[in-house]
């Protein structure tokens, strides 16, 4: 059985180098729109710190982080939008989040039913443009009401450059500010 060590592949991501880096933030962005609910924001850091090492200018190598990682993710949100109903019902997953307090198939619903009712898939895009919040609940949420794949993939992947312009926006008034 094939074991994810989910720390190490974050960690993997974060000190990702050259082309074969790039895969690596296509994949773990793959994997964060279905399955692993982890930060989004972290596929920046290569680029950001310099250790990316693409030979290309700084812009440039941010700007295909941002698309690789858009990419993978509106890949991997249309397959949560296949898997959509049954993972929004799945046992072991609503179980462990209830455990830690959270409702999430009734909380994520009745949000998304609003955005989408007022927004349609700009609200998808919308949402996922928030830093910190996973984007998992999100797409799954959205998933169980809506069916285009098409515009559920163009919805995320806007979405998550969204997010990361909103994040690098952050880190430069951060970094600025000191």
Do not use: C
């Not at 920046?44 to 698309?67: C, H, N, Q, R």
């Not at 999430?104 to 928030?130: F, I, N």
């Not at 910190?132 to 949420?141: H, K």
């Amino acid at each position: 059985m094939l074991m994810l060590d989910i720390a190490g592949l974050e960690h993997a991501v974060r000190a990702a180098t050259g082309w074969w880096g790039i895969a690596l933030i296509v994949i773990y962005s793959f994997l964060i729109a279905f399955v692993l609910p982890l930060p989004s924001e972290v596929v920046l850091f290569p680029a950001l710190t310099g250790s990316l090492s693409l030979g290309l200018p700084y812009a440039v190598e941010v700007s295909v982080v941002m698309i690789a990682s858009g990419l993978g993710k509106a890949a991997g949100s249309v397959l949560a939008l296949k898997l959509g109903h049954g993972a929004s019902h799945s046992g072991v997953v609503i179980n462990a989040l209830n455990r830690m307090g959270y409702e999430p198939v009734e909380w994520s619903k009745q949000r998304v039913v609003v955005l989408v009712q007022k927004w349609g898939y700009a609200g998808l895009a919308v949402g996922l443009t928030v830093p910190g919040f996973p984007d998992t609940l999100s797409i799954y949420a959205f998933s169980v009401i809506e069916k285009d794949e098409v515009k559920f993939a163009l919805a995320t992947f806007a979405g998550s450059v969204g997010r990361l312009v909103v994040t690098l926006g952050v880190w430069s008034g951060v970094v600025a500010a000191t």
